[in-house]
Every structure is written in C-alpha cells, then in structure tokens.
C-alpha cells in the first residue's frame, strides 16, 4: 500500500520535469554598418627635393683697402648704411703729403720764374742776333737755357699733379652705390695698404651658393629648379641652377651651384646664410587629407573601405607619410590610387568593422612638397 502511494507521488513529479526544457537560446543581432564618409586616393605632381644652406652673394662686391699708409682722422660711415657711388667713407691724415704739395708747388713756381725769365732773354737775344749786336754762339746759349728750364717747369708740373692725385688717395669714396659692411677699424689706427677698412656690397643681382653632396652628383644640372626659403619655410623666390662648378670642394666634399636672386627683399643680404630647396624631380604620388591620420605607438595607420564576403568592412592599413602641403599628407608608402579612403568617424572604427560609405567628393589640393636629404 505504501508503495502505491509512493509511486503514485513520484509520477506526477517525473511528469513535471519532463515539460520543463530549458529554451534554445536567441540568436545574436547582426551588427549593423557604420556610416562613413568616403574618397578616393588621388596622386598629385609631388616635389622631390633636399634642403640646404646657401650663402647669399653679391655679384658686385668689393673689400675697400688704402692706396696709402697713415692714422684715420674720419670714419663717416657705419655697418649697413647704404652709400652713393663717390661718398666719402674715411680720411686717413693727409697732412705729411699735403705738406709735400705745398713743396712741390713752390718748387714748381720757383722753376716757373726762371722759366719765364729766359722767355723774355731769348726773345731779346734774338732781337740782338738780328740787330747783328751779338754773336751766334750767344743767342745758342740763350735758347739752351730756355730749353732747359722749361723743361723743368713742365716737369716741376708733372711732380705736383702727381702728388696732388696721391693725396685724394687719404679720402676713402664708395666705388659704387652699395651697403656697408663690417667695419674693423677705429679712429686713429695706422693703416697700411694691406688693411681691410670695409666692403660695400651692391645688393641686388645676388646669387645663392649652394653646396650638394657629392652624392648626387648625377642629379645635378643647369636648370634644376630651386626655391629660396625665409626662416618660417615660405618660398621668397623661385629661380634655377646657372651655374654648375666642374670640380668637388675638397674641403665641403660638395659640389658648388649657383643660382641667381632677384629678389629686392630686405631680407637678403650678401653674406646671409639661407635656407635652399633643390628640386630634384616631380613624379605623381597619393595625397591624402590630415585629419585621416591615425597615430598609435608610434605608428601611422588609416582606415580603407575594403570589400569581404560581398560587404564593406573598414580595413586598417598602416602607412609611411612625408611631408605636407594644402592640409594632405605625401603618402610615401600604405596606399595606391584609387583605394577608397574613409575621412570620418575614423576614431570610432575597429579593423574589420561594417562599413556603409558614402562618397565626400575629390580630395582637397592638388600638388605637394616633399623634403629629404
């Protein structure tokens, strides 16, 4: 009896379990594509070009230096004043010369006395010779003399202009209109004929020394476009190589290019130091914009629109960069034209992430600049 009432509990309990199956469980939700914004990789004309340290030259340039030796007495100028063509710069003491002048004046009139004294004896020993009051040999004599002193009269003349040119030799005057350069020299000091007292600089018709490693000694030649940079890398001046040096600076190890600057810019002067930019080549190259960049650990990395198992889904492909112009990046290596690049909510997508996209139109500029050694 007790088992029947066991067994009769236990049924309705085994029933019970038996209806209680646990349910399947749901499946997940596909996840959705994100909306981006995409455009195509374009090439643009990219610039390949080095960067170096020219030296500004003027092609009218001289190093004033005394014809004579003395102390200064007058220094009229200073460091970059600009100067007219024949304007006094320095006086060296002229005193001792003007003093041999004054000699030589006297000497020259005291010889142009006697000179003046035998004009008028031959003329009246040539009256007495006519008149038959004198001999021959007296009237010689008289003309001799005459001769004789002006010879000495006229030299006596020669001796003074000669002394008067060196004495404008103790005024120092600009050659040429120009700018004034260092000056080491002070009042007082004794100057000789091998001392620098300055130099004007025409400025204008500058030129730019360039030295180039000898490395790219095949790269070099007549026309090769070079661009002249102020100190925030702005372009001053356009103009190309008109001079290639035959031979190799063997203390630089470079090759000397000249090329010339027209620029009237205050901000180029002779013995400047400035930044030039040798255009080597132009060829084609993917542009992209900046602000597709994406920077982790060091790595530059951006985001593609890529087709997988007939959907889009973002690819990340990390690239090599160079330099930047108009807001893109050169994109040296990473990408080929015509990958689809996506340009916006870059920050929220992961590699391998559905994608919806949606073109942005052309990319912004089209040329760029890129600087190597």
Same mark, same amino acid.
């Given at each position: 009896? %007790? %088992?029947?009432?066991?067994?009769?509990?236990?049924?309705?309990?085994?029933?019970?379990?038996?209806?209680?199956?646990?349910?399947?469980? &749901?499946?997940? =939700?596909?996840?959705?594509?994100?909306?981006?914004?995409?455009?195509?990789?374009?090439?643009?004309?990219?610039?390949?070009?080095?960067?170096?340290?020219?030296?500004?030259?003027?092609?009218?340039?001289?190093?004033?230096?005394?014809?004579?030796?003395?102390?200064?007495?007058?220094?009229?100028?200073?460091? /970059?004043?600009?100067?007219?063509? #024949?304007?006094?710069?320095?006086?060296?003491?002229?005193?001792?010369?003007?003093?041999? !002048?004054?000699?030589?004046?006297?000497?020259?009139?005291?010889?142009?006395?006697?000179?003046?004294?035998?004009?008028?004896?031959?003329? %009246?020993?040539?009256?007495? +010779?006519?008149?038959?009051?004198?001999?021959?040999?007296?009237?010689?004599?008289?003309?001799?003399? +005459?001769?004789?002193?002006?010879?000495?009269?006229?030299?006596?003349?020669?001796?003074?202009?000669?002394?008067?040119?060196?004495?404008?030799?103790?005024?120092?005057?600009?050659?040429?209109?120009?700018?004034?350069?260092?000056?080491?020299?002070?009042? /007082?000091?004794?100057?000789?004929?091998? *001392?620098?007292?300055? *130099?004007?600089?025409?400025?204008?018709?500058?030129?730019?020394?360039?030295?180039? =490693?000898?490395?790219?000694?095949?790269?070099?030649?007549?026309?090769? =476009?070079?661009?002249?940079?102020? #100190?925030?890398?702005?372009?001053?001046?356009?103009?190309?190589?008109?001079?290639?040096?035959?031979?190799?600076?063997?203390?630089?190890?470079?090759?000397?290019?000249?090329?010339?600057?027209?620029?009237?810019?205050?901000?180029?002067?002779? &013995?400047?130091?400035?930044?030039?930019?040798?255009?080597? *080549? *132009?060829?084609?190259? =993917?542009?992209?914009? !900046?602000?597709?960049?994406?920077?982790? $650990?060091?790595?530059?990395?951006?985001?593609?629109?890529?087709?997988?198992?007939?959907?889009?889904?973002?690819?990340?492909?990390?690239?090599?960069? #160079?330099?930047?112009?108009?807001?893109?990046?050169?994109?040296?290596?990473?990408?080929?034209? /015509?990958?689809?690049?996506?340009?916006?909510?870059?920050?929220?997508?992961?590699? #391998?992430?559905?994608?919806?996209?949606?073109?942005? $139109?052309?990319?912004? /500029?089209?040329?760029?600049?890129?600087?190597?050694?």
């Amino acid at each position: 009896m %007790r %088992r029947l009432i066991l067994l009769s509990l236990l049924i309705p309990g085994a029933a019970i379990f038996t209806g209680c199956k646990r349910p399947e469980a &749901a499946k997940a =939700p596909a996840m959705q594509a994100t909306p981006v914004q995409t455009q195509d990789v374009a090439l643009a004309p990219v610039e390949q070009s080095s960067d170096y340290i020219a030296t500004i030259k003027s092609r009218r340039s001289v190093t004033l230096m005394p014809q004579v030796d003395g102390n200064l007495t007058q220094i009229l100028v200073k460091s /970059g004043d600009r100067v007219k063509a #024949g304007q006094p710069i320095m006086t060296i003491d002229p005193l001792k010369q003007q003093a041999t !002048v004054d000699a030589q004046r006297a000497t020259e009139n005291q010889k142009k006395a006697l000179y003046d004294y035998n004009v008028l004896e031959v003329s %009246r020993q040539r009256k007495l +010779f006519d008149a038959g009051v004198t001999s021959r040999d007296t009237l010689d004599q008289a003309e001799q003399s +005459f001769q004789n002193t002006k010879a000495d009269w006229e030299a006596a003349v020669s001796s003074r202009k000669s002394l008067e040119e060196q004495l404008a030799y103790y005024r120092i005057k600009a050659p040429f209109d120009g700018i004034i350069g260092d000056v080491p020299v002070h009042l /007082g000091d004794y100057v000789t004929s091998a *001392t620098a007292l300055t *130099t004007v600089d025409e400025n204008r018709d500058l030129e730019a020394y360039i030295y180039v =490693p000898t490395e790219r000694s095949s790269q070099v030649r007549m026309g090769l =476009p070079v661009q002249i940079l102020d #100190g925030d890398g702005k372009v001053i001046e356009k103009t190309s190589v008109d001079f290639l040096s035959p031979q190799i600076d063997t203390g630089l190890q470079g090759i000397l290019l000249k090329a010339s600057v027209h620029s009237t810019s205050v901000q180029l002067r002779t &013995a400047q130091l400035i930044k030039a930019r040798v255009v080597w *080549t *132009t060829a084609p190259q =993917p542009v992209i914009p !900046v602000l597709s960049v994406l920077r982790l $650990g060091g790595q530059t990395f951006v985001y593609v629109a890529a087709t997988q198992n007939g959907k889009s889904v973002a690819s990340q492909r990390a690239v090599i960069l #160079g330099g930047t112009i108009n807001n893109n990046y050169v994109v040296l290596s990473g990408l080929n034209a /015509g990958d689809k690049l996506i340009v916006s909510g870059t920050q929220f997508l992961q590699d #391998g992430m559905p994608v919806m996209p949606m073109s942005a $139109g052309p990319p912004k /500029g089209s040329a760029a600049s890129q600087s190597g050694q």
